[in-house]
């Protein structure tokens, strides 16, 4: 972790909690984080619960994000959600690209990046997901892979833009898997992923760029993922759905 970025620990709570559970969940969670002033909190819960969430963390020190969002600003487009809906229930970030959209929906670099920059357009900060299957690993594709998507996740976006995005690095094999890359599998995915940043704009963007680790993360592992240079946070799943364990994560050491 850089001193001079600013860790930021957001929560996926993918496809779980009711409205209700959802209120209580995020009540317990307040007290246990309610001091933290040296890293940024975020929660994801589901569409239906946004609301709920964004009543309850008013006026705390943590932030909403959206699990998703279309690049049109409203149509015939059944199922779907815009920024301005995001933005009105009082969404600060929205979670782009995440494997499981890739894997599942069918979303590409392409319509990545138009989610990417609608988001940006609207006053949202993207939290851009990359990260590679386990064959592509073993095959070798590492490199080519994230290479691919930042490229394609950035492609049209000054460089001014690029300090309201934060990059999500999760190995497809470590998400849910209870399988987690090593702190230093992970950092060196992190320092390949600022490289190319670096290249597409310049040395001094990379650097101010925050890169969360994300992959079965758990209050065991957090410590010394953290303790990695380029590792600036973390994008948890399964350890974000209890307040102890999430606020554990939060308050690493």
Same mark, same amino acid.
């Given at each position: 972790?850089?001193?001079?970025?600013?860790?930021?620990?957001?929560?996926?709570?993918?496809?779980?909690?009711?409205?209700?559970?959802?209120?209580?969940?995020?009540?317990?969670?307040?007290?246990?984080?309610?001091?933290?002033?040296?890293?940024?909190?975020?929660?994801?819960?589901?569409?239906?619960?946004?609301?709920?969430?964004?009543?309850?963390?008013?006026?705390?020190?943590?932030?909403?994000?959206?699990?998703?969002?279309?690049?049109?600003?409203?149509?015939?487009?059944?199922?779907?959600?815009?920024?301005?809906?995001?933005?009105?229930?009082?969404?600060?970030?929205?979670?782009?690209?995440?494997?499981?959209?890739?894997?599942?929906?069918?979303?590409?670099?392409?319509? @990545?990046?138009?989610?990417?920059?609608?988001?940006?357009?609207? #006053? =949202? %900060?993207?939290?851009?997901?990359?990260?590679? /299957?386990?064959?592509?690993?073993?095959?070798?594709?590492?490199?080519?892979?994230?290479?691919?998507?930042?490229?394609?996740?950035?492609?049209?976006?000054?460089?001014?833009?690029?300090?309201?995005?934060?990059?999500?690095?999760?190995?497809?094999?470590?998400?849910?898997?209870?399988?987690?890359?090593?702190?230093?599998?992970?950092?060196?995915?992190?320092?390949?992923?600022?490289?190319? @940043?670096?290249?597409?704009?310049?040395?001094?963007?990379?650097? #101010? =760029? %925050?890169?969360?680790?994300?992959?079965?993360? /758990?209050?065991?592992?957090?410590?010394?993922?953290?303790?990695?240079?380029?590792?600036?946070?973390?994008?948890?799943?399964?350890?974000?759905?209890?307040?102890?364990?999430?606020?554990?994560?939060?308050?690493?050491?």
């Amino acid at each position: 972790m850089n001193q001079r970025r600013i860790p930021i620990i957001a929560g996926n709570w993918k496809m779980n909690k009711t409205s209700r559970e959802a209120r209580e969940l995020a009540a317990s969670l307040i007290p246990l984080v309610s001091v933290v002033k040296d890293r940024e909190i975020v929660l994801g819960p589901p569409f239906t619960s946004l609301q709920a969430v964004s009543e309850i963390i008013k006026g705390t020190n943590i932030a909403l994000s959206a699990q998703n969002m279309h690049w049109e600003d409203k149509g015939a487009l059944t199922g779907e959600i815009s920024a301005e809906m995001l933005l009105d229930l009082g969404c600060q970030y929205v979670i782009i690209g995440h494997s499981e959209r890739r894997q599942y929906f069918g979303e590409t670099d392409e319509t @990545v990046n138009k989610k990417v920059k609608q988001a940006l357009r609207k #006053g =949202l %900060r993207p939290i851009l997901c990359v990260g590679e /299957t386990l064959a592509e690993r073993e095959g070798g594709k590492l490199q080519e892979i994230i290479n691919r998507q930042i490229t394609g996740g950035l492609n049209d976006i000054g460089a001014g833009d690029m300090k309201k995005i934060v990059i999500a690095y999760e190995p497809v094999w470590a998400i849910g898997t209870g399988k987690t890359a090593t702190p230093e599998q992970a950092n060196e995915v992190h320092a390949l992923i600022r490289q190319r @940043v670096k290249a597409l704009y310049r040395e001094e963007i990379a650097d #101010g =760029l %925050r890169i969360q680790y994300g992959g079965s993360v /758990t209050p065991e592992n957090v410590s010394s993922l953290m303790a990695m240079p380029d590792i600036d946070g973390a994008l948890v799943g399964g350890a974000s759905l209890k307040p102890e364990s999430f606020a554990a994560l939060v308050n690493f050491r």
